[in-house]
């Protein structure tokens, strides 16, 4: 059974797999095609762990390139041309 | 007071405003034409995700709307949809920047949340090379877009003002 399972999950294409997520993440199992307002979609149920892991290792990326010194002088400036942005506009932080 | 810039068809710029989405507005979406199988009421009174409404400033009318989770180090976009009068195709397209500003606002969020702008999210298929032409957004695995420190700040500093 589970094995019969497993094949029919896969037999899905990921474009179909991602949209019947988004439905059961919203609570809708009907079959309409999603408009073209939408432009972007709840992720698979159970996945965002390993989303947010994704996202630690993209950053980790951005450190390994740049080495940890140059990359936080980067993220050190980009953070002051916000403030400073911010500040212009008359927000302070 | 700052505000976002929304760009109507004309060429004309209105203020806009980002608030959160209240229960009633929510429900009353589906009426107003936006897409059935999401029910944005589902995010009213989440902890992990709220939802917000663009609106132009003295009205209220709701332009898009977006729904976003506060990670460790990132912000995770839940669901973005635009008015279905908003949509590129409508014949009848009122304002042409309202994922610009939505996503624009989320990134801006990240900012304010020390995650140094990056932005994660889930395009719809067929968007992934808009996201990556338009907003500089990068390709992640399991699907995922992100934009960076450097693409967000880009993003916020052509719409806010």
């Not at chain 2, 589906?30 to 609106?55: A, M, R, V």
Request: some cysteine.
């Amino acid at each position: 059974m589970e094995r019969q399972l497993k094949k029919t999950f896969r037999s899905l294409s990921p474009k179909k797999k991602r949209l019947n997520a988004s439905r059961t993440t919203s609570g809708f199992r009907g079959t309409k095609k999603i408009s073209d307002s939408v432009m972007m979609i709840p992720p698979l149920p159970g996945s965002e762990r390993s989303l947010e892991l994704e996202m630690k290792k993209i950053r980790e990326g951005y450190v390994r390139d740049l080495g940890v010194s140059d990359y936080e002088k980067h993220i050190l400036k980009v953070n002051q041309d916000f403030k400073s942005f911010m500040a212009e506009k008359g927000v302070r932080l | 007071m700052p505000h976002w810039k929304l760009k109507h068809k004309s060429g004309e710029i209105y203020p806009a405003k980002i608030e959160v989405l209240k229960l009633n507005e929510a429900k009353a979406l589906k009426d107003h034409g936006w897409e059935q199988p999401f029910d944005w009421s589902l995010y009213i009174g989440l902890q992990s995700t709220t939802p917000y409404k663009l609106l132009i400033v003295g009205n209220n009318i709701i332009q898009g709307a977006v729904a976003y989770q506060i990670k460790d180090d990132h912000l995770f976009i839940d669901l973005l949809e635009s008015a279905p009068f908003n949509r590129y195709n409508h014949p009848q397209r009122e304002f042409v920047n309202v994922a610009d500003i939505l996503l624009g606002e989320v990134c801006l969020q990240s900012f304010f949340h020390n995650k140094d702008g990056f932005v994660s999210f889930i395009p719809k298929s067929k968007l992934y090379s808009y996201y990556a032409e338009r907003f500089n957004a990068k390709l992640g695995g399991r699907g995922l877009m992100y934009l960076d420190s450097v693409a967000a700040l880009r993003l916020i500093k052509l719409y806010y003002e």
